[in-house]
Each structure stands twice: as structure tokens, then as C-alpha cells.
């Protein structure tokens, strides 16, 4: 058995239905969305750089994969900021004006977020393909391309083992060399590294609102509510790693197959 600690508090429906509507409601979609931002910055972010390989084919197969999962976490980020914008600007519409210092306080970190070349990639992909799939955008994206470049399919008779690299170069990487997105002489390779360095810092930033957070509803609403420590306890064989440079376990369910 693998185990770890960590803490538990409670809260009833009750409890957040009596709450103002926008903190009540903020609370729960926050919660939400900061567990998927979680478990996919875990599971995904947590391997990068990229790993070594001699072969490029394999190479291909992993970047694919980790691509797919970086424009997911790419999406739920940029979608957690419009988020954080709006809840900004009700609490402040609404009178709730504790809330609206309360987010005053991350202005600072707020305002790089939403500026520079890695969010301004982070709107593209999100807007252009990532929540969404655009013929007219491949269109563009192939016209754009170098007439004698080649590409590579991988099909497999068993499905979940085709990869098709030929998408990916065309539609995805054409990004990072979008003279609209990105700065005079700026690399492919620097375009890149913004954009991961965005959902990075985004991604930490966003975990920490909300934990600052309920720290704000518990102190403000529920002033005697206690946490307490509780041991959490796994089968080693869902326990398929740890996040770099943290304790911080990965968990996954693995199918029976």
C-alpha cells in the first residue's frame, strides 16, 4: 500500500447555498476546474522536457501524446482566467467588495498572465483548435506550409496504436511560427518554450487563487470549521509516479484488460 497525508474539511449544501450566490457559485465551479487543471498538470506537465530517444519515430508517438494533453490543460487554463475576469467584475457590480479585494490582491499575477507571447498563444490554440476543430484553419495552416516538406502517417490495424504525425506538424506547430503571435526573429523553439512557460506559471498561479481562497470563505463564513489530517492509503499499483522535484504522488486506475 502506498500512503499519504493530507487534510480534510467539510462544508453541507446547506452551507453553501447560504453563502452570497457568486462566492457559493465560485466556490463550486472553482473547485471544479482546479481538479482538472490539477490532475492534467500532474499526469502530463510533470514529464516535460520531452524524453530522449533514439528513434524518431517514438519520439513522434510521445510528443503527440503529450501535445494533446498540453492543449487540454492549455484550454482549461485560459477558460479558468475568463473565469476569474468575470467573477471580478460581478463581485464588484454586486457590491461584494471583501471579494473584490480579495482578487485585487493577484492583479499583479493576473496582469502578466494575460499578457505576452505565451498567452497570446494560449488564446490561439484555444480559440483556433484546441476546444474546437476548424476546417478553414487547416486550410490556412496547409497553404502556409513549404510545398516540398513531408510527413509521415502511422497507421495500425489496432487503432490505439496509429499515430498521424501529419496533422500535428501542419496544424500545431504552424503556431509557433505565426508572425501574428510571436515577436521579430523569435524561434519556433522560443515560441515554444513561451507557451509551455505560460501554462507552467498559470497553471501554479491559478492552483494558488484558489487555495488563498478558500482560505477567504473559511475565515470570513465558517470561522470555527477545523480541518483535520487524514491518511490516505492506495494500491502501489495505481501509484505510477511522482511530480518532479515534489512529493506529490500520480495516481491512475488502470484498466482491466
Known amino acids: 500500500m502506498y500512503s499519504i497525508i493530507t487534510q480534510r474539511i467539510k462544508i453541507t449544501t446547506n452551507e453553501l447555498k447560504g453563502l452570497p450566490p457568486l462566492i457559493g457559485g465560485f466556490l463550486v465551479l472553482s473547485s471544479f476546474a482546479i481538479d482538472e487543471i490539477t490532475q492534467l498538470h500532474k499526469i502530463q506537465v510533470g514529464t516535460l522536457p520531452n524524453r530522449t530517444t533514439e528513434d524518431e519515430t517514438a519520439g513522434m508517438m510521445v510528443a503527440i501524446q503529450q501535445n494533446a494533453v498540453l492543449r487540454n490543460l492549455n484550454t482549461k487554463l485560459y477558460e479558468y482566467n475568463e473565469v476569474l475576469k468575470d467573477t471580478q467584475n460581478l463581485s464588484r457590480s454586486e457590491g461584494l467588495t471583501d471579494l473584490s479585494d480579495f482578487f485585487a490582491g493577484f492583479s499583479a499575477d493576473l496582469k502578466t498572465i494575460r499578457k505576452g507571447v505565451g498567452f497570446k498563444i494560449a488564446e490561439f490554440i ?10 478553414s484553419e487547416a486550410k490556412k495552416a496547409l497553404m502556409d506550409r513549404n510545398s516540398n516538406d513531408v510527413h509521415v502517417l502511422l497507421p495500425d490495424q489496432t487503432r490505439g496504436n496509429s499515430f498521424h504525425p501529419l496533422g500535428e506538424e501542419i496544424l500545431f506547430y504552424s503556431v509557433f511560427n505565426n508572425a501574428d503571435l510571436t515577436t521579430d526573429k523569435m524561434t519556433p523553439r522560443a515560441s515554444t518554450d513561451a507557451w509551455i512557460s505560460w501554462i507552467l506559471n498559470s497553471s501554479e498561479k491559478f492552483q494558488n487563487i484558489h487555495g488563498k481562497f478558500l482560505i477567504f470563505v473559511f475565515r470570513k463564513y465558517f470561522p470555527n470549521r477545523s480541518y483535520e489530517k ?9 501509484h505510477i509516479g511522482t511530480l518532479r522535484k515534489t512529493s506529490i504522488p500520480i495516481w491512475w486506475e488502470k484498466p482491466n484488460l
Open 126 to 135: 484555444r480559440n483556433k483548435f484546441a476546444s474546437h476543430f476548424s476546417i
Open 230 to 238: 487524514i491518511f490516505v492509503q492506495m494500491d502501489r499499483d495505481r
